[in-house]
């Protein structure tokens, strides 16, 4: 065969192998997942002593002398065959073969149930060989992509002329060829020749030999692994599906809304990013029903839903998405639209607003504006998708923001509104949402206190509003462990608490606690940073009050960032967390909740300090979610430093009832609520407590 045309045979063999080359790693990276939760299988089944089984089995079986025999847990009966079993003095085969299938049915039931988690705080061995494993896989997968285009074109121009290229090199096929076809082979030789004299070849070639040649090393994985956990999480994912997943990725939303959105064909061709299964999902959903809320609970993604949306249109033909959101997360849309997709960001923020927002129109890509700044903008263009982040801040249609989004809402072709607390203090406010997005279903809505009401609320708005929780998709997700820090007054807090109650003055009541250098809060929160501290841990402290965080600014030990305030500008924002994160150690970042409790993604830290009660359980649930989301990898401590016999008992109370009325309408979908298993909040809907009614009761408990 000729020289050339044995190099192109190796240069194609050499293309597969490298096209193969994920798969195998796939593979490997299977087999190891599939190993270790058949070893924590394994080790639950043996935890199970055989005399367990006994309340599960059908009446009238026998287990005879099972309990003295060598089959001492569930495990041993699970891996014997009935057969086995009924050698046992006093089990007959029927009786043997019952007790077999329940320990086979205790096994799936715990497979069913058993979770992958990588823990970097422990860092075992067979967690390590997976996390290898996952970026050996990832690295070879985007190694891969830059290649697949030149090998299919390659194969386009080589494939036609292999046959009769490789006949040329065979003296019998030749001498007993007819003329024709020895010309047609020596041709095929000839543009052989051509093809491989080509650089793009040659280039080609060196990209393949460097994807074998130079295999991923990742010395330290663990390091890799806190960096991006998110993003190997979404992979590990791939391989760890199992219960009733697939169901929760749904949002427990009706079989005919799933079938629906299951018809698109999610087009990834604009995407960086791996997605997991519900996301994909709740792009599907978001693409299927034109508008409507995404309403996932803080920290699973909903930016690169909505992003996965917008690669989604842009590959069809529609490039224009606008996204409208808070100030203080206007770089994070920024910055996540350049890591998720290969689509052009836009921030139409500050002078050149106007100039910039024309090029979008002109050009396409992602427009990122304020609310405020859209008050004053002329869109030139009709958006082909408009996203609202913390759609909440809308919740009042009165408002010249709320008016502004929902004139150019009416002009888009599909929106999303996004918030991962759609109704805060009243069930009102998110019936005004709906009616945003679906006006018709809006008009049925008919809120009514208690259970009743709560079930009827979500089946109606089923179709245009989907949520999932952090419990049933993010099972990777490590522990959030909730204490409430309770302390007394000290003297002089104390003093400063009845004066304030005695003023009428309900903030300095709330800042009470925090009077004196040598509080009774200030002395619990130090102990906190302290044991976060001998623990290598970084700690996230919010207070609604800049001088409470001046307080605790002045006597935390270590390094501190902040404190982040409403007046501290976007980018600054931006570049306290990041230097945060990467500070080498523990340290600690002070954020007024209103400021940092939004937008912000600050994994690094891994305890949260709530310095008082807010208004809102919203407001508390998106502070923590801050650290508490995907791309966490540690437990997450929050801490709710509280003042006994203050209004910190009332507002708590009011909390727990606002948590529960939202945990009613907005949290449970109605098809995985069907069942009698909740309870009503007891509270009537309305705004709750005023400031008033708090300093009235404080008085009258002072006397």
Not at 385 to 402: I, M, S, Y
Request: hydrophobic residues 45%; glycine residues 8%.
């Amino acid at each position: 065969m000729d020289e050339t045309v044995r190099s192109l045979e190796a240069l194609i063999a050499l293309g597969q192998h490298v096209l193969d080359a994920p798969h195998a790693a796939r593979a490997e990276v299977a087999g190891a997942v599939a190993r270790h939760i058949e070893a924590k299988v394994d080790a639950a089944m043996r935890a199970i002593p055989v005399s367990a089984l006994r309340g599960a089995l059908p009446k009238g079986t026998r287990m005879g002398e099972l309990e003295r025999s060598a089959f001492r847990t569930a495990a041993d009966l699970a891996r014997a065959t009935p057969a086995m079993i009924a050698a046992v003095p006093g089990i007959g085969p029927q009786s043997a073969l019952a007790i077999h299938q329940e320990a086979a049915a205790q096994h799936d039931r715990l497979r069913g149930e058993t979770r992958l988690r990588l823990d970097a705080d422990r860092k075992p061995g067979e967690d390590t060989e997976i996390l290898r494993g996952l970026l050996t896989l990832r690295a070879l997968e985007s190694a891969v992509l830059p290649v697949r285009e030149p090998l299919a074109r390659l194969h386009l121009r080589a494939d036609p002329l292999r046959a009769d290229a490789a006949r040329a090199g065979r003296r019998l096929s030749m001498l007993f060829s007819g003329k024709a076809k020895r010309e047609r082979a020596k041709a095929a030789v000839a543009r052989v020749h051509a093809i491989m004299a080509d650089q793009d070849v040659h280039a080609l070639q060196a990209q393949l030999l460097a994807v074998l040649e130079g295999p991923p090393q990742f010395p330290a994985p663990w390091a890799e692994y806190e960096h991006d956990a998110a993003a190997i999480n979404a992979l590990l994912s791939q391989f760890t599906e199992v219960g009733d997943e697939a169901q929760s990725a749904h949002g427990f939303i009706t079989a005919e809304l799933v079938e629906d959105a299951a018809k698109i064909t999610l087009d990834r061709t604009h995407l960086r990013s791996f997605l997991r299964g519900y996301q994909a999902f709740g792009a599907q959903y978001l693409l299927t029903r034109g508008k409507a809320i995404l309403g996932d609970e803080m920290g699973l993604g909903k930016t690169v839903q909505a992003l996965a949306v917008a690669a989604h249109l842009t590959a069809k033909g529609s490039g224009h998405t606008l996204v409208v959101c808070p100030a203080s997360v206007i770089s994070n849309w920024v910055n996540e639209t350049g890591k998720h997709t290969d689509l052009r960001p836009w921030q139409i923020h500050g002078p050149e607003r106007d100039a910039l927002l024309a090029e979008w129109g002109r050009r396409g890509g992602v427009a990122i504006t304020t609310f405020d700044t859209l008050k004053a903008l002329r869109v030139p263009v009709d958006p082909d998708l408009l996203v609202v982040d913390e759609a909440h801040f809308v919740k009042n249609p009165a408002t010249q923001r709320a008016q502004a989004v929902r004139a150019v809402l009416a002009r888009s072709g599909r929106a999303v509104l996004m918030s991962g607390t759609p109704m805060e203090n009243r069930v009102e406010e998110f019936k005004n949402l709906v009616g945003y997005v679906q006006p018709s279903i809006a008009s049925r809505i008919h809120v009514r206190d208690g259970l009743g009401g709560a079930r009827a609320f979500r089946k109606v708005v089923a179709p245009a509003y989907l949520r999932r929780n952090q419990e049933d998709v993010l099972t990777e997700l490590p522990d959030l462990i909730e204490v409430e820090d309770w302390v007394l007054f000290a003297g002089a807090d104390k003093a400063a608490y009845r004066s304030a109650v005695r003023d009428g003055n309900f903030m300095a009541m709330r800042q009470a606690a925090y009077a004196s250098a040598g509080s009774a809060k200030l002395e619990r929160i130090v102990e906190i940073v302290a044991e976060a501290r001998a623990g290598d841990a970084k700690v996230l402290a919010f207070s609604y009050f800049r001088g409470v965080l001046e307080s605790i600014r002045g006597t935390l030990p270590g390094t501190v960032y902040g404190p982040i305030t409403g007046a501290t500008p976007v980018a600054e924002r931006q570049r306290l967390v990041d230097a945060f994160a990467a500070h080498p150690g523990p340290a600690s970042l002070l954020a007024q909740i209103e400021a940092g409790g939004v937008g912000l993604n600050i994994q690094a830290a891994s305890v949260v300090i709530l310095a008082e009660p807010q208004w809102k359980p919203s407001t508390e649930s998106q502070a923590i979610a801050r650290a508490h989301r995907m791309g966490q990898v540690r437990t997450v401590q929050v801490h709710r430093v509280l003042a006994k016999d203050s209004v910190d008992e009332l507002m708590r109370e009011t909390l727990a009832r606002k948590s529960g009325l939202f945990d009613e309408y907005a949290r449970r979908s109605h098809a995985k609520e069907s069942d009698a298993a909740a309870t009503a909040t007891g509270w009537d809907g309305g705004a709750g407590p005023t400031e008033q009614d708090y300093v009235r009761a404080e008085r009258e408990r002072l006397g």
